[in-house]
């Protein structure tokens, strides 16, 4: 039987933010790289994690204390994990070990995505697999960016990407409903052959304050806002950090930021 103790800690863990990947749960409670959860033949929901808090977060789940929603796996890459199994974005049965990427979440925040899904029709964008050497690398670049809010990225960048995590945590914040905010603020646009969403208003952001150049939402900023920008799937994919961030720019000179020196980059 799960321990009490541990279950009522994830829980209040899980319900202190919207949405929880497995590898955050597994750094505050317990790793194990060979433990995982699974919800279907050889289809992997939760990887990285110990015996304990598995069984933990299985007895959560079966009494609905704690629910999962399918997530893009640019949220795992923020988290520092990065899988070579081959993903999939529905639960079911697979032949191979396969991947699905989920988040976490309380039952009224879950209940909130899953209308975002459905209405969104997505998940977010699919990167191809990273390299997870260059992933773990460039995770450790991007831990120590100290941002100077030059607000260049909220200006230059298009199309900035939803997936339904973004768009529940900015109706939270903005205080409407899921629908509207799709309406007002998403549409469909096509980025390397695969059908996404994005913010509507962008070069500049609709959310930026231009008169102070900062994110007049940061803390309900979409996920590739977080992962700008050595961990957005562009970059994963090969691309460079971008060269007009002056605090990636610094970092790939070998200056130094605030937790010391950076890391071996590829040029």
Known sequence: MADRLLKRRIERFVSSDRHVTSARIAKAFGEDPAGAVTCAENLVVAPGLSREVAEALISLGAEGRILWSPISR??????????????????????????????????????????????????????????????ARLFEAHSHLECRMCGLCCTLSTPITLEPQDVERLSAHLGIGIRETVEVYAHRVEVGGYEAWAMKTTLPCGFLDEAEGLCKIHGARPMICRTFPHLSPLTLGGDPPGGWCPAAEDRRRGGRGRRGAPPNLPP
């Open 74 to 135: 640019t949220a795992y890459h923020l988290d520092g994990l990065f899988l070579d199994l081959p993903v999939s974005y529905v639960q079911r049965a697979c032949d191979q070990p396969t991947w699905l990427p989920a988040a976490f979440n309380a039952p009224p925040v879950h209940r909130r995505v899953m209308e975002a899904v459905r209405l969104m029709g997505a998940v977010g964008l699919y990167p191809g697999v990273p390299d997870p050497d260059l992933g």
